[in-house]
């Protein structure tokens, strides 16, 4: 649970603080000092929208320094850049020198997964994702599968797993599928576990929150098309059904070991990601057409075939039922 009652106090601590939960920030820093100044070369301060951590001096220079930097904040771009300030009545100081400041603009909004199972895929998964500007919850009921691997066991319900990075979160949960409605909206959800009526349960809360713009389900053609004849024959409408990405992973990446299912995630994840960041700097139409075409290579294939009648379905999937990818384990 995050210690809502500290608060950081110097600059270090403030760029800590913003990156742990992941707030968009300008680390301002005197650069250069003529004459008398407040303060002098490297002093630091960090600002957010909310909030100033330390000091360059306080005064007119600083406040002009804070309104600066959120007017970068308010671009949603990284940027740096130089700005000279004459410390004289113009800008409300008597100091008489002069001052340089540079405005390090660090956007720090990173992509909520939720990973859900902890099996073979996952292990893989995980530490791929983690190289990744994302954050990451990982989501199973055996904590077995996470005190293996040298967690801290003092608290359960958010174990750190040691030799990842401060941007994994291990939870262990009797009822994974508790976690989704704690979930932040926009969060995307990959679904990987070792129970085929878990992964149901999960997708199918998931698909309760508009929100939750990416809902990825591991499985094999039959289980998707199973899962989609059911989940409309529950009302979940075209809308709903649109963010259900099944089988997940990049088509063209062939094979089924745990490392090849993983690298296929992997690579739908970062395409997706890169798509985000265009839409978010351009609003290009370029980076929506590819957006639309990476959902529709996705989910085409298993909606299409489980678009016919609930009888065709349930033959089909007699048949192939003996072919069926077994769930991660």
């Not at 998707?224 to 075209?238: E, N, P, Q, V, W």
Request: overall charge neutral; some cysteine; glycine content about 6%.
């Amino acid at each position: 649970m995050q210690n809502l009652t500290w608060r950081a106090k110097t600059w270090h601590e403030g760029i800590a603080q913003c990156q742990q939960h992941n707030v968009s920030y300008v680390l301002v820093t005197v650069v250069s000092v003529a004459g008398s100044a407040p303060r002098e070369i490297g002093s630091k301060m960090v600002v957010t929208a909310s909030e100033s951590i330390d000091t360059i001096g306080g005064g007119h220079l600083e406040h002009h320094a804070i309104a600066t930097a959120r007017e970068f904040l308010l671009s949603n771009q990284p940027l740096t850049e130089l700005r000279s300030y004459p410390l004289s009545s113009k800008l409300g100081q008597c100091c008489g020198g002069a001052v340089k400041v540079l405005f390090d603009v660090c956007n720090s909004y990173q992509q909520h997964i939720a990973v859900f199972g902890a099996g073979h895929v996952a292990k893989a998964l995980v530490p791929i994702l983690s190289q990744l500007p994302v954050k990451i919850t990982w989501i199973d009921s055996r904590e077995s599968l996470f005190s293996n691997s040298g967690i801290n066991n003092a608290d359960t319900s958010a174990l750190n797993y040691s030799g990842l990075p401060d941007n994994v979160n291990i939870v262990v949960e009797q009822e994974p599928e508790t976690e989704v409605a704690q979930l932040a909206p926009g969060s995307w959800l990959v679904i990987l576990t070792h129970d085929h009526q878990l992964d149901y349960r999960i997708t199918e809360q998931a698909l309760k929150y508009p929100s939750l713009p990416f809902v990825g389900l591991i499985g094999s053609q039959t289980k998707a098309k199973r899962f989609i004849t059911k989940l409309s024959h529950r009302g979940f409408d075209d809308a709903a059904l649109a963010r259900l990405y099944t089988p997940i992973g990049n088509p063209p990446i062939p094979g089924k070991r745990p490392i090849e299912v993983a690298v296929s995630i992997s690579a739908q994840l970062i395409a997706l990601l890169h798509c985000q960041s265009d839409k978010d700097s351009t609003q290009t139409a370029d980076s929506a057409s590819t957006f639309t075409t990476i959902r529709a290579a996705t989910n085409t294939r298993a909606r299409t075939s489980a678009g016919t009648s609930a009888t065709a379905t349930a033959n089909a999937e007699n048949t192939a039922g003996k072919k069926e990818k077994t769930n991660d384990i």
